[in-house]
């Protein structure tokens, strides 16, 4: 399949500043694409030059096939948009901010009115449609933008920190009708996060920082950069578990207060071989795999603000979900 | 085609905005039906005595035209608002990455206030028969382009301040340091003799002036030598014709300019 994106030596500078500092990167078709990085990293500028409503400093950026500079109609044809702020007409009803996206669009008359009920079913609004949206709660809204943003059945979807400020609930929600409609419709995702767990979401992911680009790869790969997975024994006999692993893999296991560990290259893979046939006596074993905070963190030398916050169940949930929804549909 | 349907859109967005608040539409009614209450009973009988003119002069006659063109007005400009608005909660963003022009933009918000502002201006007709003049079908058909070509015009000159401020305070600020010379250095509210004769320059570049004049011309006819009723430039007394090419040209500049302005913001 084609490059639907393609970014080169792309800049854009506020006075001083530079935002997005020679930029390079391709995005096929049908892929979900994630930009990770702290605030101020350049994630939304980037969005905003490829969206057409910033022209860059230098460099040059294609989607679709259109120049981003010469071609704005073109590409605001191609492209759906759920920006980071809010952008509804809260004094409209849901359906009307939903059928003058879709009249501006074009969206044929004899498809406009089913289409939109599809999308308000789709997000669960179909119930409120006709409620103002100054009254719907936050994360109304936001589904309603996304919504909104696939409406017109775009090529590349834009989502700019879509689960900025919602529970967790209404988080998994969002992503089941985004990777629902992606397989759908084959729309390319690009998203923008700074929650670790959403980005993983992504086929590849660009770790941005300070306007440049560090690492671009699967998020699997990006994890391996940072080494193995660690796994750690519980054991009531230490000496004798590290001495048997030396001997059964040749790995030097080391011990702590949590018990006794060692990193292998993959560790879901390695478990089975251990335990079966271990003589030592194990009270329990745990895996732990390396996150994209420790990827941003070996990469940049700081931490990114994760407010996904650390809590391991909800990860899991999340990770199973995002797993689950993702396979199929994508073809390189 | 494409770039109708953005007009289209653009317009119809305005209208339903405005259907929805009430409020807005209830508010348009205050300012007029004070200023008849107060200058009319009131101030009503010493003007017709001070014009001098054997009793041929009706100030609330002359007044009227003069209100409806100060609703129009107001409205017209107010509909910048909407753009300052849009920027503030975010629904500009929406907009510009539509496909359609911002030139399309520009000239469907235009449309869309100058038609909200020719609304508001033909509700005003319900105060004829609280003002004892008598209007026919046709009168009211003439007002109407008058009333919108007004309307179109100061539309726009709210759109080109809005494209060029960013927060809504500034933008409320500079409407009332514009409205207010707008409406009382023209002859709105009162025959502009009664004005300083070193503001007389001024009334003749305030193109508000012609608008009303036009609207004045319109609805009434002026008493048999009354000078000083009506507007005139370089000694010669303008006509509706006249005075609406004025103000025609001064949208046509206007448009431009916020056309212009709004393509130009990032
Ligand atoms: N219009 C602008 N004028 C001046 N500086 C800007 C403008 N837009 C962004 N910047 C600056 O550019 C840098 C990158 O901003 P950007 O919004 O792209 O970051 P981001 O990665 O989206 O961050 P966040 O996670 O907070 O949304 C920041 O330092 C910001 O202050
Ligand atoms: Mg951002």
Redesign the pocket.
Not at chain 1, 168 to 178: K, N, S
């Given at each position: 399949m084609g490059k639907i994106i393609e970014v080169e030596h792309l800049v854009k500078k506020?006075?001083d500043?530079v935002?997005?500092d020679d930029v390079s990167f391709e995005v096929e078709e049908g892929e979900i694409f994630g930009f990770l990085?702290?605030?101020?990293?350049?994630?939304?500028?980037?969005i905003?030059i490829l969206c057409t409503l910033m022209k860059p400093t230098s460099g040059r950026a294609t989607l679709n096939g259109f120049n981003v500079v010469r071609q704005q109609n073109q590409i605001r044809h191609s492209i759906g948009v759920v920006f980071?702020d809010p952008s509804l007409d809260i004094v409209l009803t849901g359906v009307q901010n939903l059928y003058i996206h879709a009249y501006a669009y074009g969206v044929p008359a004899s498809v406009r009115k089913q289409r939109i009920e599809e999308v308000l079913r789709l997000v669960g609004l179909w119930d409120v449609r006709n409620k103002t949206v100054r009254d719907y709660s936050g994360g109304m809204r936001r589904r309603l933008e996304i919504a909104r943003g696939f409406l017109h059945f775009p090529k590349v979807l834009f989502l700019?920190?879509p689960s900025l400020g919602l529970d967790p609930q209404t988080r998994y929600a969002i992503w089941d009708y985004l990777l629902n409609v992606r397989k759908r419709e084959g729309i390319t995702l690009f998203l923008?996060t700074?929650y670790m767990d959403e980005a993983t979401v992504a086929h590849r992911i660009a770790i941005?920082d300070y306007?440049k680009i560090v690492a671009l790869d699967t998020p699997e790969a990006l994890k391996r950069m940072v080494g193995g997975d660690i796994i750690t024994l519980k054991t009531g006999n230490i000496d004798v578990a590290i001495a048997e692993i030396h001997d059964r893999f040749g790995i030097d296991a080391q011990w702590d207060r949590e018990g006794v560990f060692f990193e292998v290259p993959n560790g879901e893979e390695f478990m089975p071989l251990l335990v079966s046939n271990f003589k030592t006596e194990v009270h329990s074993i745990s895996l732990r795999r390396p996150t994209l905070d420790d990827v941003f963190l070996k990469l940049t030398g700081h931490e990114i603000r994760d407010e996904a916050g650390g809590d391991t169940a909800m990860r899991r949930q999340w990770a199973m979900r995002t797993a689950r929804s993702r396979g199929g549909g994508m073809s390189h | 085609m494409r770039e109708l349907r953005g007009l289209y859109i653009i317009w119809y967005r305005d209208l339903l905005r405005f259907w929805r608040n009430t409020g807005r539409l209830l508010s348009s009614f205050i300012m007029p039906l004070l200023f008849l209450v107060i200058f009319g009973s009131g101030i009503a009988s010493s003007m017709t005595g001070l014009m001098g003119g054997g009793g041929n002069f009706n100030y609330i006659e002359f007044m009227f035209p003069g209100i409806i063109g100060m609703v129009v007005l107001m409205a017209a400009i107010m509909s910048g608002v909407s753009i300052v608005w849009d920027r503030e909660f975010g629904f500009l963003k929406e907009v510009m990455v539509a496909p359609m022009s911002r030139t399309t933009v520009a000239i469907g918000r235009t449309l869309g206030g100058a038609t909200i502002a020719t609304i508001q201006g033909v509700l005003m007709l319900v105060f004829i028969p609280f003002v004892h003049i008598s209007v026919s079908i046709g009168q009211v058909l003439l007002i109407l382009p008058l009333m919108f070509i007004m309307a179109f015009a100061l539309t726009a000159m709210g759109i080109l301040i809005a494209s060029r401020i960013k927060s809504m305070e500034t933008f409320q600020v500079i409407m009332q340091l514009l409205l207010f010379p707008m409406i009382f250095i023209s002859p709105a509210m009162f025959p502009t003799e009664f004005l300083p004769s070193w503001l007389n320059g001024a009334v003749k570049i305030n193109p508000v002036s012609y608008a009303i004049d036009s609207l004045r011309q319109a609805l009434t006819t002026p008493p048999p030598g009354m000078p000083g009723f009506g507007m005139s430039l370089f000694g010669h007394p303008m006509s509706i014709a006249e005075d609406i090419a004025i103000v025609a040209l001064f949208a046509l500049i206007m448009v431009s300019l916020a056309v212009w302005s709004f393509g130009r913001q990032?």
């Amino acid at each position: 399949m084609g490059k639907i994106i393609e970014v080169e030596h792309l800049v854009k500078k506020f006075g001083d500043l530079v935002a997005v500092d020679d930029v390079s990167f391709e995005v096929e078709e049908g892929e979900i694409f994630g930009f990770l990085g702290p605030n101020g990293a350049g994630k939304t500028t980037t969005i905003n030059i490829l969206c057409t409503l910033m022209k860059p400093t230098s460099g040059r950026a294609t989607l679709n096939g259109f120049n981003v500079v010469r071609q704005q109609n073109q590409i605001r044809h191609s492209i759906g948009v759920v920006f980071q702020d809010p952008s509804l007409d809260i004094v409209l009803t849901g359906v009307q901010n939903l059928y003058i996206h879709a009249y501006a669009y074009g969206v044929p008359a004899s498809v406009r009115k089913q289409r939109i009920e599809e999308v308000l079913r789709l997000v669960g609004l179909w119930d409120v449609r006709n409620k103002t949206v100054r009254d719907y709660s936050g994360g109304m809204r936001r589904r309603l933008e996304i919504a909104r943003g696939f409406l017109h059945f775009p090529k590349v979807l834009f989502l700019d920190e879509p689960s900025l400020g919602l529970d967790p609930q209404t988080r998994y929600a969002i992503w089941d009708y985004l990777l629902n409609v992606r397989k759908r419709e084959g729309i390319t995702l690009f998203l923008t996060t700074h929650y670790m767990d959403e980005a993983t979401v992504a086929h590849r992911i660009a770790i941005i920082d300070y306007g440049k680009i560090v690492a671009l790869d699967t998020p699997e790969a990006l994890k391996r950069m940072v080494g193995g997975d660690i796994i750690t024994l519980k054991t009531g006999n230490i000496d004798v578990a590290i001495a048997e692993i030396h001997d059964r893999f040749g790995i030097d296991a080391q011990w702590d207060r949590e018990g006794v560990f060692f990193e292998v290259p993959n560790g879901e893979e390695f478990m089975p071989l251990l335990v079966s046939n271990f003589k030592t006596e194990v009270h329990s074993i745990s895996l732990r795999r390396p996150t994209l905070d420790d990827v941003f963190l070996k990469l940049t030398g700081h931490e990114i603000r994760d407010e996904a916050g650390g809590d391991t169940a909800m990860r899991r949930q999340w990770a199973m979900r995002t797993a689950r929804s993702r396979g199929g549909g994508m073809s390189h | 085609m494409r770039e109708l349907r953005g007009l289209y859109i653009i317009w119809y967005r305005d209208l339903l905005r405005f259907w929805r608040n009430t409020g807005r539409l209830l508010s348009s009614f205050i300012m007029p039906l004070l200023f008849l209450v107060i200058f009319g009973s009131g101030i009503a009988s010493s003007m017709t005595g001070l014009m001098g003119g054997g009793g041929n002069f009706n100030y609330i006659e002359f007044m009227f035209p003069g209100i409806i063109g100060m609703v129009v007005l107001m409205a017209a400009i107010m509909s910048g608002v909407s753009i300052v608005w849009d920027r503030e909660f975010g629904f500009l963003k929406e907009v510009m990455v539509a496909p359609m022009s911002r030139t399309t933009v520009a000239i469907g918000r235009t449309l869309g206030g100058a038609t909200i502002a020719t609304i508001q201006g033909v509700l005003m007709l319900v105060f004829i028969p609280f003002v004892h003049i008598s209007v026919s079908i046709g009168q009211v058909l003439l007002i109407l382009p008058l009333m919108f070509i007004m309307a179109f015009a100061l539309t726009a000159m709210g759109i080109l301040i809005a494209s060029r401020i960013k927060s809504m305070e500034t933008f409320q600020v500079i409407m009332q340091l514009l409205l207010f010379p707008m409406i009382f250095i023209s002859p709105a509210m009162f025959p502009t003799e009664f004005l300083p004769s070193w503001l007389n320059g001024a009334v003749k570049i305030n193109p508000v002036s012609y608008a009303i004049d036009s609207l004045r011309q319109a609805l009434t006819t002026p008493p048999p030598g009354m000078p000083g009723f009506g507007m005139s430039l370089f000694g010669h007394p303008m006509s509706i014709a006249e005075d609406i090419a004025i103000v025609a040209l001064f949208a046509l500049i206007m448009v431009s300019l916020a056309v212009w302005s709004f393509g130009r913001q990032e």
